[in-house]
């Protein structure tokens, strides 16, 4: 991952857990996924003040992204069930 986005470590684990996450719920797709994310996120972690909700505004974008180029399935999650760091300790 590429530090010079990252304000400290813990927001770099942050944002590696919510890439993981996503990768647990496919993955089949991982690399399209960090990628995705990192693209995402690298223009909003320039510009942001508040740094507090970006794991969550990229992994909805990175999620909106899966839902339009792979097909999903009735068993296939769902962007309203997604919490991209419902484990993850928000400082």
Not at 64 to 73: F, K, N, Q, V
């Given at each position: 991952m590429n530090l010079d986005i990252f304000m400290d470590e813990h927001e770099r684990e942050q944002h590696e857990e919510a890439i993981n996450q996503i990768c647990r719920?496919?993955?089949?797709?991982?690399?399209?996924?960090?990628?995705?994310?990192?693209?995402?996120?690298?223009?909003?972690?320039?510009?942001?003040?508040?740094?507090?909700?970006?794991?969550?505004?990229?992994?909805r974008q990175v999620f909106?992204?899966?839902?339009?180029?792979?097909?999903?399935?009735d068993s296939s999650p769902h962007l309203a069930d997604f919490s991209p760091i419902a484990n993850t300790n928000l400082t």
């Open positions: 719920q496919f993955p089949e797709q991982q690399e399209f996924i960090r990628q995705s994310y990192l693209e995402k996120l690298t223009p909003l972690s320039s510009e942001a003040q508040i740094r507090t909700y970006l794991a969550i505004i990229v992994s909106a992204l899966l839902e339009r180029h792979i097909p999903l399935t």
